[in-house]
Structure formats: C-alpha cells, structure tokens
C-alpha cells in the first residue's frame, strides 16, 4: 500500500504563491503517474495537473495553466505543485493522487490518495 501526505496548504492573499508537496510512503512512487486535484466548498473534486513518472510529460486545467506548475522528486518520493498567482477562485482542498489507470484527469483512475491540504486565497 501507499500513503500520501500533503503539506504547504495556508491562508494567502491574493497574488502569492504556495507550493504544495505530496509525500508518498509504504513503496515507491516512481512508476506511478501522480497528479493532483482540488475540491472547493460545495463543488465536486476537479483534475489541477498530472505528471508521469519520470516527469516528461504534464498536463494542467485550463484555469492553472502558466500559474502552476506540477513537478515530482523520486529520489525522495515526493511530488510537488508550485502555485504562483494565486487567485481566490482557486480556494479549495486539494488532493494528491498516484497510480492512474485510465483517463488522466478522472478521479476514477487513480488508486492511491492523501487527505488533501487546504488552500485558502483571500482577495
């Protein structure tokens, strides 16, 4: 089995950056895809962006693209989600993921996931 633990989450104004890391322990993530998603207050959890496992290819939600960026470091089993430019309208839990077998911004696909971080953006 694997856990994932997310840290960074915080209180920010609008305009800061944050950066979230997923922390995977039990086996190694290496191989898996890693992606991480978000829910906010009353809405259903939605794809932020995906890495594969050796971090040639990633893909993000339209509304992050250019803000966020997705990175991961095998070497400590630990996945990564720079948030720059942060805005209000990207308040919400998020959530780390590993192990897609399917459709890369479906929830459904992943295996593995952590409790989430909370972000919280103030205008």
């Known amino acids: 089995q694997v856990q994932l633990v997310e840290s960074g989450g915080g209180l920010v104004q609008a305009g800061a950056s944050l950066r979230l890391s997923c922390a995977a322990s039990?086996?190694?993530?290496?191989?898996?895809?890693m992606a991480w998603f978000r829910q906010a207050p009353g809405k259903e959890r939605t794809f932020v962006a995906v890495i594969i496992w050796d971090g040639g290819w990633m893909a993000y939600q339209d509304s992050v693209k250019g803000r966020f960026t997705i990175s991961r470091d095998n070497a400590k089993n630990t996945a990564y989600l720079q948030m720059n430019s942060l805005k209000p309208e990207d308040t919400a839990v998020y959530f780390c993921?590993?192990?897609?077998?399917?459709?890369?911004?479906?929830?459904?696909?992943?295996?593995?996931w952590g409790q989430g971080t909370q972000v919280t953006v103030s205008a």
């Open positions: 993921a590993a192990h897609a077998s399917g459709t890369y911004y479906s929830g459904a696909s992943y295996k593995f």
């Open positions: 039990g086996r190694t993530v290496s191989s898996y895809t």
